[in-house]
């Protein structure tokens, strides 16, 4: 999405939040992003002192993230849900700043839900999830797609590099997070009717593995 906004306006500058242990510190700077990193922690379902801290270092990151704002003065600011998308957008709704938050999933993120009282847009990737929010503020929009992986190989790519035919429509599967899982158990389940289909199918699987499931 970043990609797409520079492109629209070239001269548009983000500033990228995250967290210190998080993959955003390796991917983030070789794409040339600023990058701010704070510590947060989610909360215990349990009774824990653990939860103590989390509210400390809440509280704590929403004054960081306030004092990163009034320097940065962004037009607007996007989270897509997370612990530090909930210090950040909190702040810089605070701050009378636009805020928008995006869900990815059909099921609605705890930060997302305390976020949707004081974002001012909110989108959503699947219409299950618009029951779970303020009706006036949700925007059916789906998922941003990442183009890289269209334009990576170029022309040259072809899918009998993995076993595939080229002249087959071809359906790629994947998952990130907690809930990649759960999708590669459900399409292994889904098997014997994905066998019985017109199409080819690629499920992407954890550790950049690319796995193929032919027809019959």
Do not use: C
Request: proline share 5%; glycine share 8%.
């Amino acid at each position: 999405m970043i990609e797409q906004l520079q492109r629209v306006e070239p001269e548009t500058e983000v500033l990228y939040v995250g967290t210190t242990r998080g993959l955003e510190n390796q991917i983030v700077p070789k794409a040339g992003i600023e990058l701010r990193t704070m510590e947060m922690q989610g909360f215990k379902r349990s009774l824990s002192l653990d939860n103590f801290k989390t509210i400390y270092l809440f509280m704590k990151s929403v004054s960081t993230a306030k004092k990163w704002l009034k320097e940065f003065k962004p037009d607007v600011v996007l989270g897509t849900g997370g612990y530090v998308s909930g210090a950040v957008l909190y702040a810089a709704a605070k701050l009378g700043i636009p805020t928008v938050i995006h869900e990815q999933n059909s099921v609605v993120g705890v930060t997302n839900k305390f976020l949707s009282k004081y974002v001012d847009e909110i989108a959503i990737s699947f219409e299950a999830a618009r029951s779970q929010f303020p009706s006036d503020k949700v925007t059916l929009t789906g998922n941003p797609r990442a183009q890289q992986f269209l334009n990576a190989a170029g022309d040259e790519f072809s899918w009998t590099q993995v076993g595939l035919r080229d002249d087959v429509p071809t359906v790629m599967i994947f998952g990130g997070s907690q809930g990649a899982p759960k999708i590669n158990q459900s399409v292994l389940m889904a098997l014997p009717e994905l066998n019985q289909r017109h199409y080819q199918v690629v499920l992407q699987r954890d550790k950049n593995v690319m796995m193929p499931l032919w027809n019959n």
